[in-house]
């Protein structure tokens, strides 16, 4: 497919998305808009990123209308997996898109999207300045659309990884607290692992693997900025009275999740 295959007034009307992303200031107006690009060709679930090269190192995933463990997921392994992101560095090109290279995936990763109804799913990589760079994706949008939607979010990409840098530049935390939505397996996770159990103990309580385990917890440790279980159980042991027990209070620079 290519622009002449585009007719005028959808042309215009993608322009005007263009424009925009071209004022968006911050997350919740980018989300805003990403509703403008369904209205172009609906889809589900919808998510932007922020990584480094060279080792793809995730710095976030900054907003997001899919579940917090598909969010996870792509924090800890899905940006590995992703053509849209590795072949980045293999192409001269600035976008990438998954659909243009087949792929494998880890069967967690596969067993996780369809827990959570993701049948369809297209992916953008961008290659920005210095060591900042792009992700977005969507999913669950006609099979016979994606054709068209891989167009769109060609020409929309350099737009919308420009309203993601305004959108990291004007989130400054200031040292403020953050409140962070735990799943509910991670509530289960941090009470017993509170009480002071093993990753085995966890997972005979859970009836969970204790790798399924590891990799919830990792999961978990990187929402909420901390390097161990003795952090993470100091952060849910402190968490104010009046927080319900599906959030914690964290540092707002140290929490990945928004």
């Given amino acids: 497919m290519n622009v002449a295959s585009m007719g005028k007034a959808e042309f215009w009307r993608v322009c005007d998305v263009m424009a925009e992303f071209n004022v968006v200031q911050n997350n919740n107006e980018f989300l805003s808009v990403m509703g403008s690009l369904r209205g172009l060709v609906p889809f589900e679930f919808g998510a ?4 480094e090269s060279p080792t793809c190192a995730v710095l976030g995933v900054k907003c ?4 917090p463990e598909l969010d996870g997921m792509y924090r800890t392994n899905g940006f590995k997996y992703d053509p849209a992101v590795t072949r980045l560095w293999g192409t001269e090109r600035s976008l990438t898109f998954s659909v243009d290279q087949p792929y494998t995936q880890p069967k967690v990763i596969e067993d996780v999207k369809k827990d959570f109804g993701v049948r369809t799913c297209l992916s953008m990589g961008v290659r920005g300045e210095g060591n900042t760079h792009t992700y977005f994706a969507c999913s669950n949008f006609a099979v016979k659309d994606q054709p068209r939607l891989r167009l769109i979010t060609e020409m929309v990409g350099p737009h919308m990884h420009l309203a993601v840098i305004r959108c990291l530049q004007s989130d400054t935390s200031n040292g403020e607290m953050k409140v962070v939505e735990l799943t509910e397996i991670e509530v289960e996770l941090m009470k017993w692992m509170s009480d002071g159990k093993t990753n085995w103990e966890i997972g005979m309580v859970l009836n969970l693997a204790e790798r399924t385990v590891r990799y919830h917890l990792s999961n978990l440790f990187q929402k909420l900025g901390v390097g161990s279980r003795t952090q993470a159980a100091a952060l849910y042991m402190s968490s ?4 319900t027990q599906r959030t914690i209070l964290v540092h707002a620079d140290r929490a990945i999740h928004p």
């Fill in 48 to 51: 932007m990123g922020v990584f």
């Fill in 64 to 67: 997001s209308t899919y579940h």
């Fill in 240 to 243: 104010k009275p009046g927080m």
